[in-house]
C-alpha cells in the first residue's frame, strides 16, 4: 500500500509563513491535493493538483510537488488558519490521505 | 449550489450491518467527470478512504474492509449507499460523503471538491 507521511504538528506565528510537507515515495509523480478540517467541521479542498487553488482559497495557501516531497505552504499566516492538514493522492483507484499535520498559531 | 448529506443511525451494536445513505443535490449521479465517496474518520484520527462509485459502475474499495463494504447507488433518488457488516467497536467514527471531480483530459486527475458534513456512528452493545 502506500504510505503519506506528515508531520505531527507545526506551529507558526502568525503573519509568518508555515510550510507543511507531504512524503511518499515518488509522490512528484502523482497529482496532490491538500485539505484543512476545522474542529468539528468537514475537511475542505484547499489546493488540488499540486499547486491550483479552489476558488474562495486565498493566494496565501500554494503548494509544491517534486521527488519524494509535497509541501503547502501557508502565506501571512492567520488565526484561522489554525487546523489540521491532509494531504490525499490517488494510488492505484484507491484514495490515500497522510496522517495529518496540526497547525497551531502560536 | 452542491451539497451532500449523509444520514443513518447513530448508535449500531457490534457484528450488526450498518447502512448510510449520501443524498447528494446540485449535480448528477450521471455525470461522467463526477463520483462519489465514503470517508471515515475515528475520534482524533486521521482521515480514511473507504470507497467510491462512478457512474460507469466503477467500484473500489479500501483493501483492509473490501469483504464488509458495498457501495451502490440510485441514480433517481440521487443518492450513494454504503454499506458495512459486521460492525466493531473500532468502526467507530464520523463517516463523511464527498463528490470526487474529474479534472484534466490528457492526464486526468480527481480529488474530492464537496464534502457532506458527516455523520458520526458509534458501535457498541
Known amino acids: 500500500s502506500y504510505v503519506l507521511t506528515q508531520p505531527p504538528s507545526v506551529s507558526v506565528a502568525p503573519g509568518q509563513t508555515a510550510r507543511i510537507t507531504c512524503g511518499g515515495n515518488n509522490i512528484g509523480s502523482k497529482s496532490v491535493h491538500w485539505y484543512q478540517q476545522t474542529p468539528g467541521q468537514a475537511p475542505l479542498l484547499v489546493v488540488y493538483d499540486d499547486g491550483d487553488r479552489p476558488s474562495g482559497i486565498p493566494e496565501r495557501f500554494s503548494g509544491s510537488n517534486s521527488g519524494n516531497t509535497a509541501t503547502l505552504t501557508i502565506s501571512r499566516v492567520e488565526a484561522g488558519d489554525e487546523a489540521d492538514y491532509y494531504c490525499q493522492v490517488w494510488h492505484s483507484s484507491s484514495a490515500v490521505f497522510g496522517t495529518g499535520t496540526k497547525v497551531t498559531v502560536l | ?125
Not at chain 2, 457484528?15 to 455525470?31: A, D, H, I, Q, Y
Not at chain 2, 479500501?62 to 443518492?79: C, N
Open chain 2, 1 to 125: 449550489q452542491v451539497t451532500l448529506k449523509e444520514s443513518g443511525p447513530v448508535l449500531v451494536k457490534p457484528t450488526e450491518t450498518l447502512t448510510l445513505t449520501c443524498t447528494v443535490s446540485g449535480f448528477s449521479l450521471s455525470n461522467t467527470r463526477m463520483g462519489v465517496s465514503w470517508i471515515r474518520q475515528p475520534p482524533g484520527k486521521a482521515l480514511e478512504w473507504l470507497a467510491h462509485i462512478f457512474s460507469n459502475d466503477e467500484e473500489s474499495y479500501t483493501t483492509s474492509l473490501k469483504s464488509r463494504l458495498t457501495i451502490s447507488e440510485d441514480t433517481s433518488k440521487s443518492q450513494v449507499v454504503l454499506t458495512i457488516t459486521n460492525m466493531d467497536p473500532v468502526d467507530t467514527a464520523t463517516y463523511y460523503c464527498a463528490r470526487i471531480a474529474i479534472f484534466g483530459v490528457i492526464i486526468p486527475y480527481k480529488f474530492f471538491d464537496v464534502w457532506g458534513q458527516g455523520t458520526m456512528v458509534t458501535v457498541s452493545s
